[in-house]
């Protein structure tokens, strides 16, 4: 499967603790966007990185999160601290190029429930 | 807040029939793309339009773009079961073209 892969797609935690979440992007991209999506709402922009820089982090809350996209290996959104407000879907995209007239390619997103 | 409004927020029609959604926006955009959503699923990218294109087809998929009235259409034929899902429009500003900015999606039906 040369699509975007994430894993978990599920991921469950208690309040306070931290959550991982990975993105692989397709092959031969180096431009990974990650989005929040509440119950019934559209996608909601957070960070877009390439590898081994942060180019918009515009989305991002300034607390708890963080984004990163290693030289090597999948790029990683980590919430510490979690809070019941943090359940949602999260969804990576990835394209080729950073320019804007390019579709991006999404992945089938990490469900995070917080108890 | 949220660039794109999209309307209607849901539609139900019968198997064959024509779905139309419309989506409008707020700012000057590079482009604006229209994205579906299965159930449980990521977003499948449809079609692209740029700011200086009007019309575009792809297969079953008509989306027209009116920059002066910051709107767009997704028209989508002879509707099949299997066209059922969300549909969002998502647009990509001057300034910044790759942060997609989506809207709150159409959730279309098909009955058999």
């Known amino acids: 499967n040369a699509g975007v892969m994430q894993n978990p797609r599920h991921l469950v935690r208690r309040r306070g603790q931290e959550a991982r979440l990975r993105c692989s992007p397709m092959k031969g991209h180096s431009h990974v966007y990650w989005y929040r999506q509440l119950p019934e709402e559209g996608l909601k922009f957070m960070v877009y990185l390439q590898k081994e820089n942060i180019i918009d982090e515009s989305g991002m809350p300034k607390e708890r999160f963080s984004a990163e996209f290693p030289k090597e290996g999948p790029s990683i959104l980590r919430i510490q601290q979690v809070v019941r407000g943090d359940s949602a879907a999260y969804f990576c995209?990835?394209?080729?190029?950073?320019?804007?007239?390019?579709?991006?390619?999404f992945g089938d997103g990490t469900r995070l429930s917080i108890l | 807040s949220q660039q794109g409004e999209e309307d209607p927020q849901a539609l139900s029609i019968q198997e064959g029939e024509n779905a139309t959604m419309n989506c409008s926006y707020k700012t000057s955009i590079n482009n604006l793309q229209w994205y579906r959503q299965n159930s449980g699923r990521g977003l499948v990218h449809l079609i692209l339009?740029?700011?200086?294109?009007r019309e575009k087809h792809s297969g079953r998929l008509r989306v027209t773009l009116d920059t002066s009235k910051k709107s767009s259409s997704l028209l989508i034929t002879a509707s099949r079961a299997a066209d059922t899902a969300s549909y969002f429009c998502a647009t990509g500003s001057i300034q910044g073209a790759q942060k997609l900015v989506f809207g709150q999606g159409t959730r279309l039906t098909i009955n058999p």
């Open positions: 339009i740029r700011s200086n294109e």
């Open positions: 995209a990835s394209s080729a190029e950073g320019i804007g007239n390019q579709p991006q390619h």
